[in-house]
């Protein structure tokens, strides 16, 4: 999987802006330019490695000075006390960019860790488990690559890649009359015919109503179990089904045998614990 440099580097120079300010009166004060050193990252809890190559541009960026060797490529699993990177080149240099790359790649070491699970959970029932646009501002780019690490699917990008007839659209149509089949026949009138239209739904009636108008796909939106599987059999293979709505590592799997082909989970990226990772100076 790669990453746009371009994209990447932009994030990172941003980035370090933000927390350099008008400098590091700590290190300055305290470190002398042209001091030299070597510094590790080293993992502190079993995980999924994602973004050792972004922690690296942010050493590259805050100095060209500094050398960066990747030990452990993203996507691996990681076990407490492996070696990651290896830091190189002026200590002053390393210090400064210290936070702004473990804050990368813990973020990003977390959401594929926690995609992983979600991965395993349903392995085996054909159901792929993708992300949501709930993610951090300005760094989806980056997160939903993490989920990629991770072994999920990607949803929508922006706003741009696809029709979501989600709830606030219908009751806004429905408010001038219109219905659920009218916004996707208006919709399906207005797009290219490369587009999917995807209508999300909680009632089974209004499952049949989509399927009625043509619907590429449909996401169950907080539907029980229950439901979700009379919806699978009315579905019947003539849409995608995709399923969302307060899913966990407890009832995925449950979700995924009723028969869904997506399961679409906002917690991979809005509620990710940060993968433990630590930057040691050798002494």
């Known amino acids: 999987m790669l990453l746009d440099r371009a994209a990447v580097q932009r994030i990172v120079a941003s980035a370090l802006a933000e927390d350099l300010g008008w400098g590091d009166v700590t290190t300055e004060g305290l470190i002398e330019p042209d001091l030299k050193g070597v510094a590790q990252l080293m993992a502190k809890e079993e995980g999924i490695l994602a973004g050792i190559t972004v922690a690296a541009s942010v050493f590259t960026t805050a100095d060209p000075a500094l050398q960066v060797e990747v030990i452990v490529p993203d996507g691996s ?57 709930k993610t951090t501002p300005n760094l989806r780019f980056l997160e939903k690559y993490a989920v990629r690490v991770g072994g999920g699917f990607n949803h929508r990008f922006c706003l741009s890649d696809g029709v979501l007839i989600k709830d606030n659209h219908l009751a806004a149509v429905r408010a001038t009359g219109r219905s659920l089949a009218d916004a996707v026949r208006g919709v399906r009138q207005r797009v290219p015919h490369t587009v999917r239209i995807e209508v999300e739904v909680e009632l089974l009636a ?3 109503e989509a399927l009625a108008a043509g619907a590429d796909a449909i996401l169950l939106d907080n539907m029980d179990i229950a439901g979700m599987r009379r919806a699978v059999g009315l579905i019947a293979g003539q849409a995608i089904i995709e399923a969302s709505g307060g899913i966990n590592l407890d009832t995925v799997r449950a979700v995924a045998e009723c028969g869904v082909d997506l399961i679409s989970v906002g917690a991979l990226t809005h509620s990710a614990k940060a993968l433990d990772i630590s930057m040691e100076m050798d002494s």
Do not use: H
């Open 77 to 133: 699993r990681v076990e407490p006390g492996a070696l990651l990177a290896v830091v190189r080149g002026p200590l002053a240099s390393m210090l400064k960019a210290e936070r702004v790359a473990l804050n990368f790649v813990q973020r990003l070491s977390g959401i594929a860790t926690v995609t992983s699970r979600y991965v395993a959970a349903v392995a085996g029932t054909g159901a792929r488990i993708v992300d949501t646009r």
């Open 206 to 208: 209004e499952v049949e």
